[in-house]
């Protein structure tokens, strides 16, 4: 969508928009040294890539995964478009930030609801997407997120009977001449009692079906109309008050006590989750008791808590509440779940707020989906080796809340595969998210023309070693990606079902402001600037040296001199350079032995740790501090200098290889093999100990690594700080954690 927005706005089409971005990205990174397998380079805008993602949809299509249905969707009038859930976060627009309206549409669907839980087919396990999240190396924040965005609840769908004038409710609390009943889903089945009316949302089928029993019908359709305008986000916004409406002329019967209730629509209930229709508890749910304190309704209080607050929503033990009194929460939900199952009024469920992804967009920029409909026939997936379906060129890509294709003659001139007459192609195309979710799968084997990938190459490649991502698509891409491993795996294309096992997100870096780089507030770095003035490898350490990698930080002008500075002195020690160990003057000889020796082995062991761990700005760190040392020495041997070009050789490739060659290399550095540490050396001989009184550290002393307990107690009891701070009293006890804290209690 950007590249479309973009080719709105300036005039130029997407596809000469999209290359020319290609052609500089491409340029800027070589610029910087980053290492990647060019003749691997893949486009998810060509034909001969998107042809794979139309034969996924028709995988899926194939075996009921995607499917078409009328359905409420978000609509961006801004952008003229559909949006799925995921790309209308808080109501807005993900890519203009407009707002987003409610729309009911013909729209694709892939059945990502499907893999939410295990599967097991013939003796094969899929994981689904909620446990599989058990089983990576991820950010937590990100599995959180993943896991909320899901929404997983544990509870109970209730049916409640609908009564309306013409209905008798006979001795056993049932509805004789009324077949429609309410169902509900609740995660807190044991509260039942204290429901005492009932709120459907402005979508539900009740109101239509029960119109000409409402005898406020007027009232309740214009309420209806003034919540299709308003967003789910203003419609959830737990601080607006609380609107309603109460439907005249029909009431729901509780089924535990046979008690009428009231039913009222009202907008913060949704039709998306659960069954568009609320069990209301006002004295255990802070909604439904702001709800009932503005339109004074009953509230009975079933929990009783350590509070004697009128608003619980904790467990704890349960009162008024029949059968269910004395017991606790965790008990009383099992009994009640017993007796809806027994009374047929009810039973256990399992719900999530996730939907099924919608797929399809009314724009020009997406690949085309293969669908062809045919008068006759119907609906018909368009035959495989007619794949890639292309998107035309005698069209007008600015969108007009239609799809541009539907206007272009020459891609609706198609016949039907079946029957050979005259048909029309589906003219939606798909999100752009469909092609990225499996664009990693591709790499393995990128020139392939026979499938996405050749089982061989998916064997030897996948599933991806570390993946780099930003946060930001934590529930766009990398859900949709994990899904589509999922389905591959279901139908025996791959042998993995999480296509990254090991996940990191790379931190923004913003403008020196402290804002996000924006060209309206003046505060971009324009990086071919600063590779002019101080070179790409200087460009390369500042980044990573200020600050952690995957944490926000702020672009500082005045760090960049440090870093420049710092490679000057890398440059310089090359005239320190005395050949081998043995041609070194006796005094750098009995030097290079002890501690800028031990040195770089403890850095060498600290860098790789680092690396691995994405710990780029230590790492650096660590590397100064050897090279200030060996400043300071008089003569440094071949194999040292040798080393310290090894550990740089990531971070400044290009003056790294520049003074590998000074040193009569014939082979590029980066065919030789990283650097092992001794582990003798690279221990450290003192460590420093903090000292707690009473679980706060007061103190912090540095110590040989070999020093016995006792000593250590003594020394710590020794310190003038702690001293202070015991005020002449004896300890009752010294506990020493060995190398890590000594605590004084």
Request: aromatic letters at 10%; one cysteine or more; hydrophobic letters at 35%.
């Amino acid at each position: 969508m950007p590249a479309e927005n973009n080719a709105i706005k300036t005039g130029a089409h997407p596809d000469k928009n999209t290359h020319d971005n290609i052609r500089n990205f491409t340029i800027q990174l070589k610029q910087l040294g980053i290492a990647y397998d060019w003749s691997r380079e893949i486009d998810t805008s060509i034909p001969e890539y998107y042809r794979w993602t139309q034969w996924m949809f028709l995988l899926m299509y194939k075996n009921g995964l995607a499917y078409k249905k009328k359905a409420k969707v978000n609509w961006c009038e801004s952008c003229q478009t559909v949006l799925a859930n995921e790309q209308a976060e808080g109501g807005k627009c993900e890519r203009c930030k407009n707002p987003v309206a409610q729309k009911d549409l013909e729209q694709w669907f892939f059945k990502i609801t499907d893999f939410i839980e295990d599967q097991k087919i013939d003796g094969k396990k899929i994981e689904g997407l909620l446990s599989g999240l058990d089983d990576i190396d991820w950010p937590e924040s990100t599995k959180v997120a993943q896991r909320n965005w899901i929404g997983r609840s544990e509870g109970a769908t209730i049916k409640f009977q609908i009564q309306n004038h013409k209905s008798r409710i006979n001795s056993k609390s049932q509805i004789t001449s009324s077949k429609e009943r309410l169902e509900v889903f609740t995660t807190r089945p044991d509260t039942l009692f204290g429901c005492v009316y009932m709120v459907v949302s402005p979508e539900h089928s009740l109101i239509s079906n029960f119109k000409f029993q409402i005898s406020n019908i007027d009232e309740v359709e214009r309420y209806v109309e003034t919540a299709k305008n308003k967003s789910e986000i203003e419609r959830m916004d737990i601080t607006k008050e609380k609107t309603g409406v109460e439907l005249k002329g029909i009431k729901a019967i509780n089924p535990v006590n046979g008690k009428e209730i009231p039913i009222y629509v009202a907008d913060y209930v949704l039709s998306g989750y659960g069954t568009g229709a609320i069990m209301a508890v006002p004295a255990h749910d802070e909604r439904d008791y702001e709800f009932a304190k503005k339109f004074g309704i009953e509230i009975i209080k079933v929990v009783e808590g350590e509070s004697d607050e009128k608003l619980f929503t904790g467990e704890g033990i349960n009162i008024n509440s029949g059968f269910l009194d004395g017991m606790k929460t965790k008990e009383a939900k099992e009994k009640m779940i017993e007796w809806l199952e027994k009374n047929n009024v009810g039973k256990k469920a399992t719900n999530y707020k996730l939907r099924d992804w919608l797929v399809s967009r009314q724009r020009y920029w997406g690949a085309p989906i293969p669908i062809i409909y045919c008068e006759d026939c119907g609906e018909i997936p368009v035959p495989e080796k007619d794949l890639p379906i292309t998107l035309p060129i005698d069209v007008d890509f600015k969108p007009t809340g239609e799809s541009p294709l539907a206007q272009s003659k020459s891609f609706h001139d198609v016949k039907c595969p079946k029957c050979g007459k005259p048909a029309k192609r589906e003219s939606d195309t798909m999100d752009t998210f469909v092609c990225s979710s499996w664009y990693y799968l591709r790499f393995a084997d990128p020139k392939n023309d026979k499938a996405f990938a050749s089982k061989e190459k998916i064997k030897k490649w996948l599933p991806v070693d570390a993946y780099i991502g930003g946060a930001e698509h934590t529930v766009l891409h990398l859900l949709y990606a994990r899904f589509f491993a999922k389905v591959l795996q279901k139908f025996d294309y791959i042998d993995f079902n999480e296509p990254f096992p090991k996940l990191r997100h790379q931190g923004i870096i913003l403008g020196e402001d402290n804002n996000k780089m924006s060209k309206s507030l003046g505060n971009v770095v324009d990086p071919n600037e600063i590779i002019k003035e101080f070179g790409t490898d200087v460009l390369r350490m500042h980044v990573m040296f200020m600050g952690p990698f995957d944490e926000m930080k702020p672009w500082s002008s005045k760090g960049i001199v440090g870093l420049k500075r710092f490679l000057d002195k890398i440059w310089k020690i090359q005239t320190k350079i005395v050949g081998a160990v043995h041609e070194l003057s006796a005094s750098s000889r009995e030097s290079l032995t002890n501690e800028p020796r031990k040195l770089l082995h403890k850095t060498i062991k600290k860098i790789t740790e680092d690396i691995e761990n994405f710990k780029f700005n230590t790492a650096i760190s660590s590397m100064m501090i050897l090279v200030n040392a060996l400043e300071k020495e008089k003569e440094i041997s071949q194999d040292i200098y040798a080393n310290l070009l090894f550990l740089i050789s990531p971070f400044a490739p290009h003056i790294a290889e520049e003074l590998w060659s000074r040193l009569e290399n014939k082979e590029s550095i980066f065919l030789e093999k990283w650097p092992k540490y001794d582990s003798k050396l690279a221990k450290e001989d003192k460590i420093k100990l903090p000292i707690q009184i009473n679980g706060k550290v007061r103190d912090i002393m540095e110590i040989d690594i070999d020093t016995p307990e006792e000593k250590i107690k003594e020394m710590a009891l020794k310190s003038e700080k702690i001293k202070k701070w015991l005020s002449d009293k004896n300890p009752q006890k010294v506990i020493y954690v060995k190398n890590r804290t000594v605590i004084i209690m």
